[in-house]
């Protein structure tokens, strides 16, 4: 009766869901890995008494018929094939962020998706499934701003790596904006332009920051995002979107308020790990209620991943240009037309 | 491997904790169930789809070698007998409040409990669980505001029905608050003195509302915890502790903010329901984790459930008498002399 | 055309009126001066570039056909009579507080302004000019939040020096509260109670502190008020009125808010003479265009200085007993019968 | 030793400072007045009870040697010529905005002030009088939050009448965020680009509504400054400078806090006269004292005049062509180079 998954990549995330499957949640077991370092795959299961078997790639561990989801956790470049002979064996799918690292192979995904006559991929965005931010969305979709006008949103780590450059503010970063912000408001990207202020000095060379990205949807809704990498003061995330009607904001992370040493503060998170917690088991048991529910997962899909794929690529075409980038999609095929809702509260 | 649970009592609380535990945590499943109304439990396990036996009482299930683990949501004047039977047959159990009626009667688990050297029971004070609260224990452990010296406390709901009378402010109401403060301070009541502010015009004939408790701990804290059951606006659970050092407060439950119709506003629950709905989860997702890894259950004991029961008297005779009531509590039994700490985030 | 002012009394409060009077406000000059410390009166006339009379004494000042109104500055135990002989003078006077050190003295204050068939007199109770308490009141009066049933007020000084005892709790400290709290909820005082929770590390041998005040009015409203001089973090004034229909709050001392090093902060003062600056502005420019206007002062009277007495004295005594302390007040003259209000935005 | 004021222009904002000078304020007297309308030039004088003498136009006011300081509160493009007149009389100025409809008008000014050898203008920017502006600039200045790196500003309006055009959003409503914001982190206008947000259905034919500006400064600082006229909530107006090491707010209008009706509120004001009432107060008295303790005024000068004059054509012009367009400032004189602080708090 359990769903039975098997985990494509036993790094970090991966054993991360895994715990959440074996430990937390209800209705999912562990029952195959891989990994391209066969000893992280047997460290896994060791590490988590699993009884699974460890394959050596994916192809065999999707070949085995116990397995009913393929968890994608790998490395991005590594995401599309995994995905695609998943879904060409009519495995449902959870994939970490990015569905594919082009949008090419993104529509690659949704045309096999789509030969298969129903959704089976759920692509790892997982601040739909955050309290906050489906607060908000219910705000918004309740008419309690009215028509939205405008957004702001801001994205603010305390600092990043040597490695952190200039593209991964979009890649690594805005992409989780990328897919919330056209969820939230109901619209499709139209253009975007990036600006770089004044550089902070606690960047290193190879990175820009902060950055400021002007999204334009079709509806003529502009949104302001700023991703601002080495803030310091902590990981930050804000929205704020600005209707006819009145303004709602995405709730603070909540903390324990003090009055002390002459200052009334609230604390603000140090380390992003936190800030999403609840949102990764509600977004996994929700994926696991709803193929056993409906038959098919209600999360992001794999035209949500194609929409991030082609805006990521337009924002950072931005950033070079430093003129303002048409994002173009497909026309959105009915298939996916029926937006999918989290009507987790 | 999962812990098997027969749950007596198959009302409203004792279906929401079949619920999350079938389909929400992970660790446990329901194998036994009864109710003095066997239609009620016939029901529940059709409604749940549960592989369980219905008992036709709390004897025959407790003595299912099957049963694991006793779950008390009967009605409260229950609870002493189905306990005391389950601790006699080793059995660990989770209890909703009340543990017993009467003092007395927490003191026969208490006894019958060390008789069988171990921890075996849990009181189902669920806000101990809640990440307000402890976030707010967490910073008054690291001595963030100082020694406190001063607590305010505030139980407010919109309304309550006409069954709603003055004692009621003290056994269901206060009884959150008599668990939560002690165990937040980490003192023991002394005494508690109650005085009735002007009555509000919603309140009905038989019941005193709002009512302020003034409780003291052996330490010379000063608790003013206010009970106002028709307030009309909201459900909203207030803590402050005001230390040597500053003052902490428990976090505001999380909410939109708007701008709108001139005001900058966030919500306020209307339905307790939803304040420690995760609180809940927590709650019974640490018991099975403390008795799967440590063999007893490390939330509030039935120690804890007799200092409720000790001071819930003695404040329901302070409505009565207008006068400081003493709260006498027996020496504490070494056995619980280490507290137990949530140490869950 | 400028109301010409006779100061009795030049220390720090005395030199602070004077400044208004002459750098601030509009429509008053101060043109004469005493101090039972003459070299203090002549600095004064000198610092501030005075163009008035020294006078030895508060007789002769009085005395002055161009004095129209005495501001009473000097030490306490002077006040009474000064202002005693400033009334029969028919002399419109401005008391800081207290307007006497005795109830009886009020009293004698009291008749002499009522023989005088007009009132002359104001007490320095500035907090009725803050624009916080002042929209609190105007959304009390307003029905905001419908009938008071409860108060929570709270003063907070981060330290007090050795000289202060547990007496000057209340006359220095809550006796602002006493005067506010009447006012705010339009009620007379029948009985406090004071409570002495644990003893803060920070406090001086003689003084207790904190010290928790529960009123009692009239019309059953509860009060309590904690005064906490000790309280290390700031000055912190905090006030709120729980009512049948909602609560409402004093505003916060306004403040910019900062995110730095992982908190979201915003300053609270350190110094008292911040947080009323603006109130004393305001009251004293409103006394002046009262006179101007109506031929008497608006703001707190000779009555309101006989509460405070009576208050206070009750206070003191219940700080000694432990007891719930009645508070006896005259019954309150025709004369005095309209209340008056603070009008100021 | 009263400053004497001669007001050229009588309407409502002339009215209202001739009524702080002559009942709130100290150390000024109206003493002459004239408008293009002398029956309102007559009702002023006896509307606030004025001992003055009413000229027929600025030429014969400026010319009566009683008159010290000249107020020009005359509709805008009238500015330019009585300024310049008073200037060459030596006289001091207290001009409202603009300084001139033009750029090369406000030039004329400064050159005509040079020519005098000390400052006598100042210009009615009152922001930089209003105290969460100056905690905000103290803040910056204290290197609270380090380098400035970007800014955030809103401008809201609940709504505009028939006659508020598209252009007016600059001139009359952006104005006081291109002198604030430039005082605000000390730097200068580099170039300005707007962007026109869907319009709000609430807007009228001729105005753009909502509109957003990015503008950056010298050093790199981009600002992103919304105007919204139309917003239908309330009079709204926020700051937010976000640093190297932190981020800091202008704080919120303080208002009472309710908890009321499933919301916890505070108030927005409605009418954008309260926000920056006591600014206005303190801005002339601020105007008095610096003439009178250093000969000359301390706040926005004719260069400020002009960086206002030089970026609104520039902001204009954005709005017309959706193009970046540079703001191209003369070199700022030595004379304006000291840069006036406000030191009110
Ligand atoms: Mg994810
Ligand atoms: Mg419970
Ligand atoms: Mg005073
Ligand atoms: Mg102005």
């Not at 066969?38 to 078997?53: F, G, I, K, P």
């Not at 790998?74 to 995905?83: D, F, K, L, R, Y």
């Not at 998706?113 to 959704?119: D, I």
Request: aromatic content about 8%; hydrophobic content about 40%; glycine content about 8%.
């Amino acid at each position: 009766m359990s769903l039975r998954f098997g985990v494509v990549g036993t790094g970090a995330i991966g054993r991360e869901h895994i715990d959440r499957i074996t430990n937390k949640l209800s209705g999912g077991k562990v029952v195959a890995v891989t990994d391209v370092n066969q000893d992280s795959a047997l460290q896994t299961v060791e590490q988590y008494n699993l009884d699974a078997v460890i394959y050596p790639d994916d192809v065999a561990l999707i070949a085995d018929n116990n397995v009913d989801v393929v968890v994608v956790t790998s490395w991005g470049p590594a995401h599309e094939a995994t995905v695609l002979a998943a879904v060409e064996a009519g495995k449902y799918v959870f994939c970490e962020k990015p569905l594919a690292t082009t949008a090419d192979g993104c529509m690659r995904i949704v045309e096999a998706e789509m030969k298969q006559g129903k959704k089976l991929v759920q692509v790892g965005f997982m601040r739909r499934y955050d309290s906050g931010y489906v607060q908000l969305k219910e705000a918004i979709d309740q008419g309690e701003i009215g028509q939205p006008l405008m957004v702001r949103a801001v994205h603010r780590n305390p600092e990043v790596g040597e490695n952190y450059v200039t593209e991964m503010a979009v890649v690594d970063t805005l992409i989780h904006e990328i897919d919330a912000l056209h969820w939230l408001v109901n619209d499709d990207y139209k253009s975007v332009q990036v600006v770089f202020p004044r550089k902070t000095k606690y960047a290193h060379d190879k990175v820009q920051d902060p950055q400021l990205f002007m999204i334009e949807t079709n509806s003529g809704i502009v949104m302001n995002v700023e991703v601002f990498v080495n803030c310091k003061y902590g990981y930050d995330i804000q929205c704020e979107v600005i209707g006819e009607d009145g303004v709602a904001y995405l709730p603070e992370f909540p903390s324990v308020v003090t009055r002390k040493n002459g200052k009334l503060s609230s604390g603000i998170l140090q380390d992003w790990k936190y800030r999403f917690m609840d949102a990764y088991d509600v977004e996994i048991q929700d994926f696991i209620d709803s193929i056993g529910k409906k038959g098919e997962p209600q999360g992001p899909t794999s035209w949500d991943g194609y929409i991030a794929a082609v805006t990521a690529d337009a924002c950072v075409k931005a950033q070079k240009t430093g003129e303002k980038e048409a994002i173009r999609l497909q026309e959105k095929p009915v298939f996916y037309s029926k937006d999918t809702v989290c009507e987790t509260v």
